[in-house]
Nanobody, 127 residues
Framework: QVQLVESGGGLAQAGGSLRLSCAAS????????MGWFRQAPGKEREFVAG????????YYADSVKGRFTVSRDNAKNTVYLQMDILKPEDTAVYYC????????????????????WGQGTQVTVSS
């Protein structure tokens, strides 16, 4: 079991930056792949970025590729999402997620349906 708490959301102007953090409880943080998702008003929750157990591999939604960077610090049980060149369409509630992929399953596939979710943090980008 892992509990996730996001922070760092807020208001930013278009072209600006924000950095989200997600602190995880427990001693087995490094056993989870981590991801970020978002949900805009009236839309379904969508995948944003994912990172492997030790951070050696990452992948992104096309809409954020080149602008957002996901990273993790296993010593601090924390995953980050650096968001640069923000756009108004990035406005959403951002959720941190943790997943323990079943043996033999691609972690990028398994992360699309993660085991644990944080409570979310609001990001609003003004034009």
């Amino acid at each position: 079991q892992v509990q996730l708490v996001e922070s760092g959301g807020g208001l930013a102007q278009a072209g600006g930056s924000l950095r989200l953090s997600c602190a995880a409880s427990g001693r087995t943080f490094s056993s989870y792949v981590m991801g970020w998702f978002r949900q805009a008003p009236g839309k379904e929750r969508e995948f944003v970025a994912g990172i492997s157990w030790r951070g050696s591999s990452t992948y992104y939604a096309d809409s954020v590729k080149g602008r957002f960077t996901v990273s993790r610090d296993n010593a601090k049980n924390t995953v980050y999402l650096q968001m640069d060149i923000l756009k108004p369409e990035d406005t959403a509630v951002y959720y941190c997620a943790a997943d323990s992929p079943p043996y033999g399953t691609s972690w990028t596939v398994s992360l699309r349906n993660p085991d644990y979710w944080g409570q979310g943090t609001q990001v609003t980008v003004s034009s």
